[in-house]
């Protein structure tokens, strides 16, 4: 669908501010990530809705920006000459097969295993801690605003067992990282994606890391993660409640060009 249809859907489904962040140029193929030469004609196209829908709703211009140290992150030359409102830092690719090929931690679980088994000779704990570690190198070198879906490694652990998330290895792991989010003071990403492709229970991150989210007081939004038009809202007022059970009152917004602290409800922001 094209970013107007988007657009459209959002304001239709009662949206008031709307980010767009496809996914950055990479130098080698995937399946989503915008083509390099085709990136002037997305960040055009944005600035004109932000025109053309100014009296129905706000608009603003990112990219999910991957962390590959030496290869792309959010302060690479790329994405500072795009003049972003804000950027979006995700981890999606923790190490390579000795072929060059980039593992993909949220591909399918079976290309998941074989990263396992052939890059950690098994060692499912080395994987995860080497993806978390990934992400703190991001957060101290980019300090992105915002930190895409923290836990999305979990994903796997809905087909497989993996780890278990109440290990104190694996505990360990998320607090040294949201010491380094809470200490670059950047914006926690709960993202929905999971739960209505019913992929896994709860939101990224899960109910436990949120409560230490609470705890230490780091900022957070609210995202879909939405490929298609229908999906901008979806699981809102579920993890909007489940937010509010936990204590938290406000989100973290985007709002006239400023980042604000704004109180919401399972309707939605209170703006």
Request: net charge negative.
């Amino acid at each position: 669908m094209s970013p107007e249809e988007n657009l459209l859907a959002a304001v239709e489904q009662g949206v008031k501010i709307y980010g767009f962040s496809s996914h950055c140029p990479v130098p080698f193929e995937n399946k989503w990530s915008i083509n390099r030469e085709k990136l002037p004609d997305y960040l055009e196209e944005i600035e004109e809705l932000k025109k053309k829908f100014a009296e129905q709703i706000e608009v603003y211009k990112s990219m999910e920006i991957d962390y590959i140290p030496g290869i792309i992150s959010p302060v690479s030359d790329i994405i500072q000459q795009s003049k972003l409102d804000y950027t979006l830092g995700s981890v999606h690719f923790a190490n390579q097969f000795d072929d060059g090929r980039y593992w993909e931690i949220d591909s399918t679980t079976p290309k998941f295993k074989l990263g396992v088994e052939e890059i950690y000779k098994g060692d499912v704990q080395k994987a995860v801690v080497d993806y978390y570690e990934r992400i703190r190198m991001m957060v101290r070198e980019a300090r992105p605003d915002i930190v895409g879906h923290l836990d999305k490694i979990k994903i796997h652990n809905s087909n497989e067992y993996f780890f278990d998330e109440e290990d104190s290895w694996y505990k360990n792991e998320v607090n040294k990282t949201l010491e380094e989010i809470k200490s670059a003071g950047s914006i926690i990403e709960v993202n929905t994606r999971g739960m209505y492709k019913k992929l896994v229970e709860e939101p990224y991150p899960g109910k436990s890391i949120l409560r230490e989210i609470k705890e230490m007081n780091i900022p957070i939004c609210l995202n879909s993660d939405s490929h298609q038009p229908d999906d901008i809202t979806k699981k809102f007022p579920e993890t909007a409640e489940l937010l509010y059970s936990i204590g938290f009152q406000k989100m973290r917004i985007l709002h006239q060009g400023e980042w604000v602290d704004m109180e919401f409800d399972k309707n939605g922001l209170k703006i």
